[in-house]
């Protein structure tokens, strides 16, 4: 499949580069970021995967997290795809910032009219891992995810529906129960209908209930002032009574005087790559 380089920046001794493809799963050109290490010039490195959150593309985990030290020093290739589809002529789909472009929430749509092109959860589990595996030097048997907010649901839902498949997960502020907060119930109900069974299929705390062992070591960082966690968006608690109930190990981080922001992702940025190395290098 054919890949066209938008942009390439060096940083810490790699670069940070933009592509653009056609996606099969989206129906439409996607773009994604793609950090590669010094180490990648001399042999494969592990992949890490960032999904961002509503509202994001491929460029706000770049230009503002400050990631790239830590993955230049423990030579990690990190992946930031966009968050949704992009102009895909879909009636509706510009009409709010938290449902249609921009709010892809990292599930299979099977509603119409979105069920075309809304397939984030293939895209990023199936399709772009395989075009990254095939264009660059990453070894496909070490492969993390993590990301932020809608973007940290779907870490956690990726590494819950595929054990084994990540050798590590995190997340900052993500949406843990999305079918009992507005934001979920307003995605879920258009992109997969009124059936609230078939949400639990993308929902971290139903998830982890029937996940089927326990070496998966999940980390999550939440700011306490995140005004999201207040108005009942987020719902760490649900997803934390999930995971000791199944001995899953999580160490879940209020962070006092943090919000939702990327001043909050760039000061732990650091202590999640690390908690990634350590079992993508072992």
């Not at 054919?2 to 099969?24: M, P, R, T, W, Y």
């Not at 129906?27 to 180490?39: E, S, V």
């Not at 940290?152 to 990540?166: D, R, S």
């Not at 009124?194 to 999940?218: C, R």
Request: proline share 6%.
């Amino acid at each position: 499949m054919a890949l066209k380089q938008i942009s390439s920046n060096k940083c810490f001794g790699g670069l940070q580069k933009v592509f653009e493809h056609d996606s099969v799963e989206l129906n439409c050109k996607m773009k994604f970021a793609i950090y590669l290490p010094p180490k990648a010039e001399t042999g494969k490195c592990p992949a890490l995967y960032w999904l961002s959150g509503l509202t994001c593309t491929e460029q706000n985990f770049i230009s503002k997290s400050g990631y790239h030290q830590a993955a230049s020093e423990h030579g990690l290739v990190v992946i930031a795809p966009d968050t949704s589809p992009r102009g895909c002529n879909i009636k509706g789909e510009d009409d709010s910032w938290d449902f249609g472009t921009g709010a892809g929430f990292y599930v299979d749509a099977t509603e119409d009219p979105w069920k075309t092109n809304y397939r984030m959860y293939s895209y990023v589990t199936q399709e772009l891992p395989q075009l990254i595996n095939a264009n660059f030097p990453v070894d496909p048997q070490r492969m993390s995810v993590f990301g932020h907010s809608m973007g940290g649901h779907g870490a956690l839902i990726c590494a819950l529906k595929n054990p084994g498949k990540y050798k590590s997960v995190s997340a900052f502020a993500p949406i843990c129960n999305p079918v009992l907060c507005p934001w979920g119930k307003k995605a879920f109900s258009g992109y997969l209908g009124l059936d609230q069974g078939k949400w639990k299929a993308y929902d971290a705390t139903h998830l982890v209930q029937s996940y089927p062992d326990s070496q998966l070591d999940i980390l999550i960082d939440q700011g306490k002032d995140d005004q999201f966690l207040s108005d009942g968006q987020l719902l760490p608690d649900n997803f934390i009574a999930a995971c000791t109930e199944k001995k899953i190990p999580v160490v879940f981080r209020l962070q006092e005087g943090y919000d939702h922001s990327y001043y909050f992702i760039a000061t732990f940025i650091t202590d999640h790559i690390r908690h990634h190395a350590k079992y993508l290098n072992a």
